[in-house]
């Protein structure tokens, strides 16, 4: 089995067991994506091929898809994340 993470690779020890895989999808949301996000991150799109992939070729155990909602007010320096399984 291959880990794979911002391209690079790992192999994972063979031990006989089946190993559970996860993939946790961070912050791939529009307010973040060019051209018309309100906090867009220069090339943020490029990641959607590679998140894509992932999905489509690999049998997960588990996905995970986190959002981060900033408060109206940014003075009260508060976020709340939200995930979900």
Known sequence: MTIV????TAALPVTGE???????LVDIQNDFL???GSL?????RDILPTAYK???EYEWDL???SMVS???SLLENSAFISIFI
């Not at 993470?5 to 690079?8: K, L």
């Not at 089946?18 to 946790?24: C, F, S």
């Open 5 to 8: 993470a911002h391209g690079t």
């Open 63 to 65: 996905v995970v898809a």
């Open 34 to 36: 060019p051209p018309s």
């Open 54 to 56: 992932l999905l489509d």
């Open 40 to 44: 867009a991150v220069t090339n943020g």
């Open 18 to 24: 089946r190993v559970k895989t996860a993939l946790m």
């Open 70 to 72: 900033l408060s109206l």
